[in-house]
């Protein structure tokens, strides 16, 4: 299977932007739908974006559409969360995961299972 490592995180004010990238170890990336979630400290963990295989599809949840953009280059192993604007709420741990679907290529990829999970990346914004 893929392993996943993120990195990008750190301490920002609010306003500022950070790139989180997702990087790959294996052959198989571009089989596996990614996707984005965070963990805020005493919360339950969140999807914030996902990305199709291919990258022709993206899915945001509503609190970041507009402000965050999900990406990848497959030839490079790597997927990245482009975060803008950051607000004190955008505050938590975030981890990127692979998915798989069932095979039939006709469901959406909010559908997949994710069981590949990286180490995780802190994200802090200040006031």
């Known amino acids: 299977q893929v392993q996943l490592v993120e990195s990008g995180g750190g301490l920002v004010q609010a306003g500022g932007s950070l790139k989180l990238s997702c990087a790959a170890s294996?052959?198989?990336?571009?089989?596996?739908?990614i996707c984005w979630f965070r963990q805020a400290s005493g919360k339950e963990r969140d999807y914030v974006a996902c990305?199709?295989?291919?990258?022709?599809?993206?899915y945001y949840t509503d609190s970041v559409t507009g402000r965050f953009t999900i990406s990848r280059h497959n030839t490079k192993n790597t997927a990245y969360l482009q975060m803008d604007n950051l607000k004190p709420e955008d505050t938590a741990e975030y981890y990127c995961?692979?998915?798989?679907?069932?095979?039939?290529?006709?469901?959406?990829?909010?559908?997949?299972?994710?069981?590949?999970w990286g180490q995780g990346t802190q994200v802090t914004v200040s006031s």
């Open positions: 995961a692979a998915g798989t679907g069932d095979g039939t290529g006709i469901g959406s990829i909010l559908t997949y299972r994710y069981n590949i």
């Open positions: 294996g052959r198989t990336f571009s089989t596996y739908a």
């Open positions: 990305i199709s295989e291919s990258g022709s599809s993206t």
